[in-house]
């Protein structure tokens, strides 16, 4: 099982940017999906979060700019982010709670992590 993140790159203040990442593999079931980031000398924080029903959370400083969204038969999330600031520079991560069978229970998995840098 992987999570393949997809979409960073160099963009400027208030552009905008979309990542996307994959769940491939075995997978019988997929939990919440979300993304989190770390800056440079930094802890990595949630950015948002999706549940497979479409509820989302939102860290305080992307609320209003970032848009988390699924597809639950492709097992993807994406992130549009738009009005990017300096401040949003970081490598960004995916993460979804997967179960492999169906008698297993849902684990934590983390894609590889995709550079997000924003000049100003």
């Known amino acids: 099982v992987q999570l393949q993140a997809s979409g960073g790159g160099l963009v400027q203040a208030g552009g905008s940017l979309r990542l996307s990442c994959a769940a491939t593999g075995n997978i019988f079931s997929v939990g919440t999906m979300g993304w989190y980031r770390q800056a440079p000398g930094k802890q990595r924080e949630l950015v948002a979060t999706i549940t497979g029903g479409y509820s989302t959370n939102y860290a305080n400083s992307v609320q209003g700019r970032f848009t988390v969204s699924r597809d639950n038969a492709e097992k993807t999330v994406s992130l549009q982010m738009n009005s990017l600031k300096p401040e949003d520079t970081a490598v960004y991560y995916c993460?979804?709670?997967?179960?492999?069978?169906?008698?297993?229970?849902?684990?934590?998995?983390w894609g590889q992590g995709t550079l997000v840098t924003v000049s100003s």
């Open positions: 993460n979804a709670d997967l179960a492999r069978y169906y008698w297993s229970r849902r684990v934590e998995y």
